[in-house]
């Protein structure tokens, strides 16, 4: 059955893995294709999937005025969106909690987390007027754990933990689940902001002794998409090959 789909930060990383995954799945299904800024890059990715359902649009997650101009620009367009996938992050180069700098704090809050609220809030209506729906938010396994050097990340994913499980529980009576995928250490370019030394010690420590790659985690996120999960809601689902003993 053909869906609407719509996919925040797909340029790159495990978002392109899931534009990957579902432009392969579901020929038939429209598939909305977000990025911060075009490039030939990007245009290069989008024309090497052969799938001409795919429509590319560009804002710029800190510009919150524009952000909710396009989103609904593309609720009136479409009409119906079967699909979300908050996949847009960011990950800045680590620090403690005590030099922690505001304009750091704030950025990745601003990417992270309230994008990632307008956007549901907008999309939500058009699920609710359809009375279906399917979210899948990105987490991390760092807003379970708290890993150490990274405190503006780990807090901004610990909130999107708490949207996920607050989400599930109001939107459930309008037949929308929602649910989120919390990757371990993946194989993608925000693992250059994480310290060598850092990157090493979570490695070893890690009993699966490698990094996911992305299409590993985009299947997850796919199958909470599916009626194949269909009775799993307000989940966070922790894809980190076993996890890691300190």
Same mark, same amino acid.
């Given at each position: 059955m053909a869906r609407t789909i719509f996919i925040t930060g797909s340029n790159r990383g495990i978002g392109f893995a899931v534009l990957n995954k579902f432009s392969k799945k579901e020929q038939d299904s429209k598939i909305i294709a977000h990025a911060r800024i075009e490039t030939p890059e990007f245009l290069e990715k989008l024309a090497s999937l052969k799938n001409n359902n795919i429509e590319p649009v560009y804002f710029d997650l800190l #510009?919150?005025?524009?952000? *909710? %101009?396009? !989103? =609904?620009?593309?609720? %009136? =367009?479409? %009409? *119906?969106? #079967? !699909?979300l996938i908050n996949n847009a992050g960011v990950v800045k180069a680590p620090k403690s909690f005590l030099m922690c700098d505001e304009n750091t704090l704030r950025e990745t809050f601003e990417i992270n987390f309230f994008a990632q609220v307008f956007i549901t809030q907008l999309i939500t209506r058009a699920m609710i007027r359809n009375n279906s729906g399917a979210i899948v938010n990105l987490a991390s396994v760092a807003g379970i754990s708290g890993i150490e050097g990274q405190f503006e990340y780990v807090a901004s994913k610990s909130a999107v933990i708490g949207m996920t499980k607050r989400l599930a529980i109001e939107l459930a009576p309008y037949k929308i689940r929602v649910n989120a995928v919390a990757p371990g250490m993946t194989d993608t370019e925000m693992m250059s902001n994480m310290e060598n030394n850092l990157r090493e010690k979570l490695l070893s420590n890690s009993i699966s002794k490698r990094l996911a790659q992305p299409d590993e985690i985009a299947d997850v996120i796919y199958f909470l998409t599916s009626v194949e999960s269909s009775y799993i809601n307000g989940q966070i689902l922790t894809v980190n090959g076993g996890g890691y003993v300190f």
């Open positions: #510009d919150t005025e524009n952000l *909710k %101009k396009q !989103v =609904s620009a593309i609720i %009136k =367009s479409y %009409k *119906k969106i #079967d !699909v």
